[in-house]
């Protein structure tokens, strides 16, 4: 079946450092993926996605490239903020066939808690 | 903001119990699911809608049940509530189905004691 696997957590940094947190997945048809964030006592909300392979995804400075190859899609930023820690989901969503539609239907990953102190 | 409204946002009921979760959704998107959220699991999909009376079964569909008879309203029941099914429950549309973002509401948290 298809399946997420993030990076263990949780994350810890400082202001201003290199956030990657890795990402990769098994999907048995034509995947879609996104990288969801939640903040406390919210519900989730995108962040980015990709619809294809060597798409790249990008929103408020967070990047994610889709690599077919490697099955991955990792999360970066350059430079995290206080106001970036929250709990980041990487998810996929499976069409069986080129066109097909997968319901819009959303696997996760387990999360990774991200807390980035001044 | 999707307009999604869940209802009610905290519940403590005792095991053995039904309990019911209501979902609302203003802007008559056709998609609709309900996901919970544990620990270590991420959240997975229990039940989801294409249409009024149109449902299917997710991953972890055992012991829930839904209904939606109009197009705002996805309820989730859980006909006798176990301990394993405490947990953070969150409902979300889509506006449509090829490559699309999902909206969620605010969640409900649900204790079986």
């Known amino acids: 079946g298809d399946s997420v696997t993030q990076m263990e957590g949780p994350v810890t940094l400082s202001e201003e450092a290199f956030l990657t947190i890795n990402c990769t997945y098994t999907?048995?048809?034509?995947?879609?993926l996104f990288w969801y964030v939640q903040y406390p006592g919210e519900g989730l909300q995108l962040l980015l996605k990709?619809?294809?392979?060597?798409d790249k995804g990008s929103n408020k400075g967070f990047e994610a490239t889709y690599r077919k190859e490697t099955t991955s899609f990792h999360l970066e930023k350059g430079s995290v903020q206080v106001s970036d820690s929250a709990v980041y989901f990487c998810?996929?969503?499976?069409?069986?066939?080129?066109?097909?539609?997968?319901?819009?239907?959303?696997?996760f990953g387990q999360g990774t808690i991200l807390t980035v102190h001044p | 903001d999707a307009g999604i409204t869940q209802s009610p946002r905290h519940k403590v009921t005792e095991t053995g119990t039904p309990v019911t979760l209501r979902c609302h959704q203003t802007?008559?998107?056709?998609?609709m699911y309900w996901y919970r959220q544990d620990p270590g699991h991420g959240l997975r999909l229990i039940h989801y809608?294409?249409?009024?009376?149109?449902?299917d079964k997710g991953e972890v569909s055992d012991g829930y049940s839904v209904s939606r008879s109009k197009t705002e309203d996805f309820l989730l029941t859980l006909e006798s509530a176990t301990s394993s099914q405490t947990s953070v429950y969150f409902c979300?549309?889509?506006?449509?189905?090829?490559?699309?973002?999902?909206?969620f509401g605010q969640g409900t948290r649900l204790t079986v004691v």
């Open positions: 802007e008559n998107h056709r998609y």
């Open positions: 999907a048995t048809g034509y995947p879609s």
């Open positions: 990709a619809t294809k392979a060597d």
């Open positions: 998810a996929l969503s499976v069409s069986p066939n080129a066109g097909g539609t997968s319901y819009g239907k959303l696997t």
């Open positions: 809608s294409y249409g009024v009376k149109d449902t």
């Open positions: 979300a549309i889509t506006r449509e189905v090829m490559n699309t973002e999902a909206f």
